[in-house]
């Protein structure tokens, strides 16, 4: 019987009494009540409504509601809605192929998981077993879940309160703008990281690492495009050390870069590739690792000690199903693509052109980051402070952002529209005119 703000309320008081949040201090969090939504826009109970750039975690790339989805989704949980994994069960059957038919020849299996954490768990435990060795490598700037191994496997700050897996070590991958190798081409930053990385293996010991784990475009990092040469470069040195490569395509993959697999775009051909979040948007959660011929074959006699009570859902199943075959039939990876070359890139470029504060723009099809510097000379990131006003700022107006450090991803559904970029872009403009400073 509440009126529709009272459930917004309401929404807020259960909340705030019993629901523990994720990566924060619980007292005092004010969370955004979030009651439906529709394509790139999303709306509290009583109505006021956002124009959604994060994809919530970077995630629905299809959009909001997409009705293909839900009826899929629908037609599944009228025929069955779970079943165990040793089952032989169709709509599972339809989903890999429909993920295989898109990854590289020679990639014919998936092992499906339930978001991108244990993804990647799995994807390291293929790598260990088939190379008989310990070590995984991958990068400083990187996230890869939170779980044991993966949550080790990030760089960031999150790995370092839950440092107990064994067998990790770190890197630097390639940032010109933010050059650990003071470099000042994207060639030199490329060579130079490259050198890194085999200076690091030899240090290591080659024959104790068993994989280079790698998002393709480090995500939450910040969209760090790579340089020229640089992952076919990783490809070149693995193979001379036989070490496999697994690229995180979690984020970055599923329409997200433009394409269905970002690695595409890079003259890289990974062992394993890990994916979740864009493969049926997160409508119902859903990973895997999609595992070359020759690693796929270890296990043809032996058995492969992994599982999941859930893997292979049969509802995300459908929701695969249905995501893959609406983003092909209506061109959703290519209008990704299209967007971010015709509309979201130049757009970006303009704001840089106008705005000082933003000391980089960086990405490809809907997956692009706003540097923001309090010095465009010094590159010195924008406070805490500085970029808690901004997003507050776009809030206020109607824009979910994507804030990460001193960062904006800019990062819609892969089915955004020009009309709904122009009307993100002028907001970003509004709110990085108003007076900011610290
Ligand atoms: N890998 C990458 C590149 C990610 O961006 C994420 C999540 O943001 C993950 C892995 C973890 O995925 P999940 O949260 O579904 O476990």
Known sequence: ??????????????DAAHVFHSWSAQAGLNPLVIAGGAGSRVWDHAGRSWLDFSSQL????????????????HEQADLLTTVAPATANLA???????????????FNKVFFTNGGADANENAIRMARLFTGR????????????NTGAAVVATGDWRRIPNEYARGHVHFFGPWLY???????????????????????????GPSSIAAILIETIPGTAGVLIPPPGYLAGVREIADR???????????????????WFAFEGYDLVPDL???????????????????????????????FPGGLTYSGHP??????????????????????????????????????????????????????????????????????????????????????????????HVVPPCTVTDDEVAEALATYDEVLSLPLVE
């Not at 970077?58 to 899929?72: E, F, K, M, R, Y």
């Not at 930053?189 to 290591?204: K, Y």
């Not at 979690?250 to 329409?255: A, E, K, L």
């Open 315 to 408: 509802l995300a199943m459908a929701a695969i199903v249905g995501a893959l075959d609406a983003m092909s039939s209506e061109g959703i990876v290519e209008n990704a693509a299209r967007v971010g070359r015709e509309a979201i890139g130049p757009g970006l470029e303009e704001l840089f052109a106008k705005h000082d504060i933003i000391g980089e723009v960086r990405g490809e099809g809907v997956f692009w980051a706003l540097e923001l510097v309090a010095d465009r000379e010094t590159r010195e990131p924008v406070s805490a402070a500085v970029i808690g006003r901004i997003k507050g700022a776009l809030v206020e107006r109607g824009l979910l952002p994507f804030v990460a450090e001193n960062r904006i």
């Open 134 to 145: 310990d070590k995984i490598l991958s990068t400083y700037r990187s996230y890869h879940g």
């Open 58 to 73: 970077v995630n629905t790339n299809i959009g909001h509601q997409h009705p293909a989805v839900i009826a899929a989704i």
């Open 1 to 14: 019987d509440l009126d529709l703000s009272e459930l917004d309320d309401r929404t807020r008081e259960l």
């Open 178 to 204: 933010r050059s650990e190798f003071w470099a000042t081409t994207p060639e030199q930053e490329s060579e130079r990281a490259l050198r890194h990385l085999e200076r690091v293996i030899q240090s290591e």
């Open 273 to 303: 590739i890990t994916f979740a979040k864009g493969v049926n948007s997160g409508y119902v959660p859903a990973g895997g690792v999609i595992i070359s011929d020759a690693i796929a074959a270890t296990w043809d006699t032996a058995v």
């Open 92 to 106: 599972r059957g339809e989903a890999a192929k429909r993920i295989t038919d898109r990854a590289p020849a020679g």
């Open 241 to 259: 050390y036989g070490i496999l490569i697994i690229t995180d395509e979690v984020m970055c993959g599923f329409g997200r870069a433009g394409r």
